[in-house]
């Protein structure tokens, strides 16, 4: 019994250490890679193994530019979908199951058209305030469970700073 209460013990603290050391990672990348947009300050990094989903759900204010950013895992694809409340399809980075010639482009909020095959981030600036559901897969590459590999993700969104006079 001893021995298990050791065992449950050091894995429950492995597990919290490991989580900090995922959204510390996120928190010291994510600065940079959103640039010229600056974080909102919340992080959503969770520890997650190939083949995982996560969804996250946030509220964005009408007339206020953002990026959402998808970081870590970089060594697998991640499927990101976001979707309003009432289910309409934002952005997606695949090809839906159905198409055969999937030429996805996005519109940025500047009017730019943007390729998003295996893009990880999506700018956009909504009219008004809206909640957006957030899904991202990340690629399972192992055949079997016990072969996936752990690792961050990062879910990091950004605003542009109103200019001031």
Same mark, same amino acid.
């Given at each position: 019994?001893?021995?298990?209460?050791?065992?449950?013990?050091?894995?429950?603290?492995?597990?919290?250490?490991?989580?900090?050391?995922?959204?510390?990672?996120?928190? #010291?990348? #994510?600065?940079?890679?959103?640039?010229?947009?600056?974080?909102? +300050?919340?992080?959503? #990094?969770?520890?997650?193994?190939?083949?995982?989903?996560?969804?996250?759900?946030?509220?964005?204010?009408? +007339?206020?530019?953002?990026?959402?950013?998808?970081?870590?895992?970089?060594?697998?694809?991640?499927?990101?979908?976001?979707?309003?409340?009432?289910?309409?399809?934002?952005?997606?980075?695949?090809?839906?199951?159905?198409?055969?010639?999937?030429?996805?482009?996005?519109?940025?909020?500047?009017?730019?058209?943007?390729?998003?095959? +295996?893009?990880?981030?999506?700018?956009?600036?909504?009219?008004?305030?809206?909640?957006?559901?957030?899904?991202?897969?990340?690629?399972?590459?192992?055949?079997?469970?016990?072969?996936?590999?752990?690792?961050?993700?990062?879910?990091?969104?950004?605003?542009?700073?109103?200019?001031?006079?």
């Amino acid at each position: 019994m001893k021995k298990y209460i050791i065992f449950l013990s050091i894995s429950l603290l492995f597990n919290t250490l490991t989580f900090s050391q995922c959204k510390d990672y996120i928190k #010291a990348v #994510a600065p940079s890679m959103l640039e010229p947009y600056v974080s909102d +300050g919340n992080f959503f #990094a969770p520890t997650i193994y190939e083949g995982d989903k996560v969804t996250l759900k946030r509220t964005f204010i009408g +007339g206020q530019q953002y990026k959402i950013m998808i970081m870590g895992m970089n060594l697998w694809q991640k499927y990101i979908t976001i979707k309003d409340d009432d289910g309409f399809t934002l952005f997606q980075n695949f090809p839906p199951r159905r198409h055969k010639h999937f030429n996805c482009t996005f519109t940025d909020w500047q009017g730019n058209s943007i390729p998003c095959l +295996g893009q990880t981030y999506f700018e956009f600036k909504p009219d008004h305030t809206i909640t957006l559901i957030i899904k991202v897969k990340v690629q399972k590459i192992a055949k079997r469970k016990k072969d996936r590999v752990k690792g961050c993700l990062g879910i990091v969104v950004g605003y542009l700073p109103k200019k001031t006079n």
